[in-house]
């Protein structure tokens, strides 16, 4: 090490090495130190540039972003894990192109074939975090601006569906499990949510029985009571936004008090507290009350707001 270099060797980077690792230009970092006023690396005593290992994550972070379209002026003050969170996502995206391109062409066999050797792979439950979420919501942006067609939409919600189906008999439940149902409210179409709310319920040893999309709320609350669940589970999108909490309320009034009713979704995660109601904002918020009722923890009245 040379004399004007700093003492923590093993943190410090090389200018040249580190813009490298970035995959930058020096022109580059210079201007978006000039233009953002920020400061993305150091200097010695002597005036000789250098980085810190997590300078050359960030520039690297940053440059990733830059190359999924993300303008630099949009992103330049984010928080390193937010960058992480954009990088990740795009690189997810990316490792989907084929199945994207099969959809785009109508081509149901590669389709199927693309989908299927992916759940193979991964495992449903990782199939649904790294392949189905990112997939529909890049499908969800391409048929919002006109560069995806509604059949290309349907053929993959159709096989995505069939393939999430398939996947449920690989969670066998015990015959004394606790017992669920899952669906949607009346007029929420959008059944993956539901159906992949099954599968990780399944996975917790609940016996969840999935009813389809768009149930009325006595047919729910009937095959509640014939199937013996203590859980209804409710997926919703767009219809809980358009109608308020109304039909859930409804649904908790007529539903006895030892049936829990969980609702999640991204219609759920503006809901206001209701009631009796557990509302989770996402998946992973699930987990735990799962393990509850999986071991059959689960309260006589069913949870509350308190997962919120
Ligand atoms: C596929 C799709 C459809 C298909 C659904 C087919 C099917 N068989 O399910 C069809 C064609 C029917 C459809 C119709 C419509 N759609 Co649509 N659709 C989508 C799309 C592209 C994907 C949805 C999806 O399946 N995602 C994958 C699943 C796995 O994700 P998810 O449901 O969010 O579930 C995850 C979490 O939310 C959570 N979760 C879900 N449920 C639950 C439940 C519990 C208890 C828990 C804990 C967690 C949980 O876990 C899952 C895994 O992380 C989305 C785009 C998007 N970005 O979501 C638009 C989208 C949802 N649709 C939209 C719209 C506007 C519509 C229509 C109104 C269009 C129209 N003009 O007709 C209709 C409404 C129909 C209706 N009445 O319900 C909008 C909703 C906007 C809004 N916020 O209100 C979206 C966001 C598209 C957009 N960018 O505008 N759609």
Redesign the pocket.
């Known amino acids: 090490m040379r004399d004007d270099e700093p003492r923590e060797a093993a943190c410090i980077v090389k200018f040249a090495d580190a813009l490298q690792r970035a995959g930058i230009s020096k022109l580059v970092l210079h201007a978006w130190e000039r233009r953002y006023d920020v400061q993305l690396s150091e200097r010695t005593a002597t005036g000789r540039r250098f980085m810190t290992e997590t300078q050359v994550e960030r520039l690297r972070l940053l440059k990733l972003c830059t190359d999924a379209g993300y303008r630099i002026a949009n992103i330049i003050s984010l928080p390193d894990l937010e960058l992480l969170r954009i990088a990740e996502q795009h690189a997810l995206r990316l490792d989907l192109c084929s199945t994207l391109d099969a959809a785009q062409r109508l081509d149901s066999a590669a389709l199927s074939a693309d989908l299927e050797r992916r759940v193979s792979e991964l495992g449903p439950l990782d199939f649904?975090?790294r392949v189905?979420?990112p997939?529909?919501?890049?499908?969800?942006?391409r048929?919002?601006d006109g560069t995806m067609s509604?059949a290309a939409?349907?053929l993959?919600?159709?096989e995505?569906?069939r393939i999430l189906s398939d996947c449920l008999h690989r969670f066998p439940v015990a015959p004394d499990a606790t017992r669920a149902v899952?669906t949607?409210p009346e007029?929420?179409?959008?059944?993956?949510?539901?159906?992949?709310?099954t599968l990780?319920s399944r996975s917790h040893g609940i016996d969840t029985l999935y009813l389809g999309?768009?149930l009325p709320n006595d047919q729910i609350v009937n095959a509640a009571l014939r199937s013996g669940a203590r859980v209804v589970?409710?997926?919703?999108?767009?219809?809980s936004?358009?109608n308020a909490s109304g039909p859930i309320v409804a649904l908790r009034g007529a539903l006895p008090p030892h049936i829990a009713l969980?609702?999640?979704?991204?219609?759920?995660?503006d809901m206001a507290p209701l009631d009796g109601v557990?509302i989770?904002?996402?998946?992973?918020?699930?987990n735990a009350?799962l393990r509850d009722i999986g071991t059959a923890a689960l309260p006589a009245r069913g949870l509350s707001n308190e997962t919120r």
């Open positions: 649904v975090r189905v979420s997939l529909m919501d890049e499908i969800g942006k048929w919002q509604i939409e349907h993959v919600s159709a995505v569906r899952a949607t007029g929420e179409l959008h059944e993956l949510g539901a159906l992949v709310i990780l999309p768009n589970f409710l997926s919703c999108l767009v219809s936004r358009r969980f609702v999640g979704g991204p219609g759920a995660s557990s989770f904002p996402n998946i992973e918020s699930i009350a």
